[in-house]
């Protein structure tokens, strides 16, 4: 398939990109080095599905994926088993059972203060969020008009792009959880985390006891570790 001038200059921009770039920036950019009156974002966002139509066509390990409301180049799914095959050797990360929880009810709670992230998980969560705002996937979104106005916590824009998302209404809904949650293949998963999470626990029991100033919820060492969509960007 032959690609216009727009194609190529969406296509080269967003894999020069370490970011979402957004249809708006790319129409920008087209028109200050072109001179020419800017694309609309519905021209952009149509040359960005010719774009993966042909790659789609001619068989490419390519994709251009709309996360953060922005583009960004990523791997098909099918060729995710080779581009893990190259990283073995790194550091593969996930977030703990701890941050997990506690990203979830900031997702769907936000915008939401750390004693009500605390009453849902029943344990203090200072560590997990500080963690997670570490990891530039929680940020202080303000001040609750609660009594002693406490900060306000939501997700960013790095958090959708680390979970393939392109808004917060592309998360699950309640039913949908649910689902997964009764679906047989995902007992099997859960089975091996909690072997998993047993085995972490006989090797920290036999190194020794805790520091004192270990943190004050359940988080574990791997509350260090960040997360995975499961593609390549490129």
Not at 16 to 35: D, K, L, M, R, Y
Not at 98 to 115: F, G
Not at 203 to 228: H, I, K, N, Q, V
């Amino acid at each position: 398939m032959k690609t216009n001038p727009l194609q190529r200059a969406a296509e080269s921009i967003i894999f020069a990109a370490e970011a979402p770039v957004p249809p708006e920036q790319i129409a920008e950019i087209v028109a200050e080095v072109t001179g020419r009156p800017p694309s609309s974002v519905e021209e952009v966002r149509a040359a960005v599905d010719d774009l993966n139509a042909s790659y789609e066509a001619d068989g490419r390990a390519l994709r251009i994926e709309q996360w953060a409301e922005g583009y960004r180049m990523a791997t098909a799914e099918d060729v995710a088993p080779f581009v893990n095959a190259y990283y073995v050797g790194e550091q593969r990360t996930t977030l703990s059972r701890s941050l997990m929880e506690t990203i979830a009810i900031v997702a769907y709670r936000q915008p939401v203060t750390r004693p009500e992230v605390d009453f849902v998980r029943g344990v203090n969560s200072d560590y997990a969020l500080r963690r997670l705002m570490e990891l530039d996937l929680v940020d202080v979104q303000g001040r609750s008009d609660a009594v002693g106005r406490p900060l306000l916590y939501g997700t960013t824009d790095h958090f959708l792009e680390e979970f393939g998302l392109n808004d917060l209404g592309d998360l699950p809904t309640i039913r949908e959880v649910r689902e997964i949650l009764d679906d047989p293949s995902f007992d099997e998963e859960r089975a091996k985390l909690l072997q998993l999470d047993a085995e972490a626990a006989v090797a920290a029991s036999a190194s020794g006891p805790a520091s004192d100033d270990a943190p004050t919820d359940d988080a574990r060492p791997d509350d260090d570790r960040s997360t995975s969509n499961g593609t390549a960007n490129a």
